[in-house]
């Protein structure tokens, strides 16, 4: 019985991706600078935008926490680029119902006898 659901839902799950239609490209943007920069959460916000955090190596010496908040479109609304002198990345972004943000990553996450968790809640304020 167990061996013939696995087959019923393997043979389901071919056909399904072999007749699935690839989705349609809406936008595409490219953010941040001239050197490594990566995205590592990204999420729609209450307004139909974006939130997206994550890492900006703003200069050669370390990376730093770095978010991001975009309308519907891609179009950069804000974006903020924080953290300590060691290497800071965002890697959990959510908005809240009140509108802040919320957000988990951690700083000098590479060396294990240094490294922290960090979790923030804000709010942007332009």
């Known amino acids: 019985m167990k ?3 696995r087959i019923s839902l393997c043979i389901m ?11 349609n490209l809406v936008w595409q943007k490219t953010y941040g600078g001239n050197l490594a ?12 935008g974006f ?4 890492y900006t190596y703003s200069s050669p010496e370390n990376r730093n926490a770095y978010l991001i908040k975009t309308d519907a479109f891609g179009n950069i609304q804000w974006h903020k680029i924080f953290g300590t002198q060691y290497d800071d990345a965002v890697h959990c972004v959510r908005q809240t119902a009140d509108g802040n943000y919320i957000l988990t990553g ?9 490294g922290s968790d960090i979790y923030l809640r804000f709010r942007y304020l332009s």
Do not use: C, H, R, V
């Open 106 to 114: 951690a700083y000098d996450e590479y060396n294990p006898n240094k």
């Open 13 to 23: 799950l071919f056909l399904a991706t072999a007749f699935a239609q690839e989705p």
């Open 3 to 5: 061996y013939s659901i």
């Open 37 to 48: 920069d990566e995205g590592y959460s990204i999420t729609t916000t209450n307004d139909g």
């Open 51 to 54: 939130i997206i955090g994550g």
